[in-house]
């Protein structure tokens, strides 16, 4: 049995990875090397680019980075998250503010200091998605649109320092990345309508608590609309192999999602159609293997 000092320690531990939804990092790292792997070096050895020290390392930043970005997000919002998610913000506040902080400067210092044994560049884009997920959690969110379209772009950030590293800008990575950044733009607006009541009681000018959530829904089904777009030119125009598949689904899904749009009117229905964009991302992560399922075995030897 665990002593009680001991299961403190364990629940402090379960409360920081709570705090840095270690689970979406994870998946982020998994993403940035399948990424890597399939679409960014198609033609390169897979010993190559798994044991590239120097993409460890961007992939070791940007994780830093992205777990730091939550601990100052969740300093923030911690009044909110009171409100909008009570179980998961006691969980939270077993680790105190001040340990949240000082857990936050860390992780920056030590993202910046994996970056400066890639070179200058790597510095400068690190320090720059620092002040950029700083000022966000700061000041930007609270402006409607603006912040929903900066917190997008910040989460397909790790992805663009992973092509610009293999300086591939083929039209197909552009397409995927469209995809990508409309999916989760249309998922930040969901969780503006998810959140309402503890934006409100904070004084957050989002779109559905200014201008009502007929029109933050619209603007929603537009993204959607406009999602398809380039899930449809990846399924008719490029070849991504059996991944054909996985946007069939997208547009399926998302079909589905429309209508569901259309009903919802209360936080239970939001939060379903926010597990909706989310399996839709997740699953696209491990559907890239689907590109060519032989292409690994093929690039061991």
């Not at 900066?150 to 992805?159: G, N, Q, R």
């Not at 029109?215 to 089904?221: A, H, N, P, R």
């Not at 998302?254 to 749009?261: P, R, Y």
Request: hydrophobic share 60%; with cysteine.
């Amino acid at each position: 049995m665990l002593s009680r000092r001991n299961k403190l320690l364990l629940f402090k531990l379960l409360s920081l990875f709570s705090v840095v939804r270690g689970y979406n990092i994870l998946v982020i790292t998994l993403a940035q090397y399948l990424t890597s792997i399939y679409i960014l070096s198609p033609n390169l050895p897979l010993r190559e680019v798994v044991l590239d020290f120097n993409l460890f390392l961007i992939v070791t930043a940007s994780a830093l980075v992205i777990a730091s970005g939550y601990i100052i997000n969740n300093f923030y919002d911690a009044e909110k998250d009171l409100i909008n998610k009570p179980t998961k913000s006691m969980l939270d506040r077993l680790v105190s503010q001040r340990f949240k902080l000082t857990t936050y400067f860390i992780l920056n210092f030590l993202a910046v200091f994996a970056a400066s044994y890639i070179s200058f560049r790597a510095v400068f884009f690190f320090s720059a998605y620092i002040f950029g997920i700083w000022i966000y959690s700061h000041k930007l969110k609270r402006i409607p649109f603006l912040g929903n379209l900066v917190s997008a772009t910040l989460a397909i950030a790790p992805f663009f320092v992973v092509f610009v590293y293999y300086r591939n800008f083929e039209t197909v990575i552009f397409v995927h990345a469209l995809f990508l950044f409309l999916l989760i733009l249309a998922r930040e607006l969901i969780k503006d309508l998810e959140n309402m009541a503890g934006d409100m009681a904070q004084n957050y000018k989002t779109i559905p608590i200014l201008y009502g959530p007929k029109v933050s829904k619209f603007l929603i089904g537009l993204l959607i609309f406009l999602t398809l777009i380039p899930a449809l030119l990846l399924i008719k125009i490029f070849d991504v192999g059996y991944m054909y598949l996985y946007f069939w689904m997208c547009v399926a899904l998302l079909g589905l999602f429309i209508i569901l749009l259309a009903k919802a009117s209360s936080k239970k229905h939001y939060v379903w159609l926010h597990n909706i964009l989310k399996f839709i991302i997740v699953a696209g992560v491990f559907s890239i293997l689907l590109i060519d399922v032989d292409l690994v075995l093929n690039r061991i030897l």
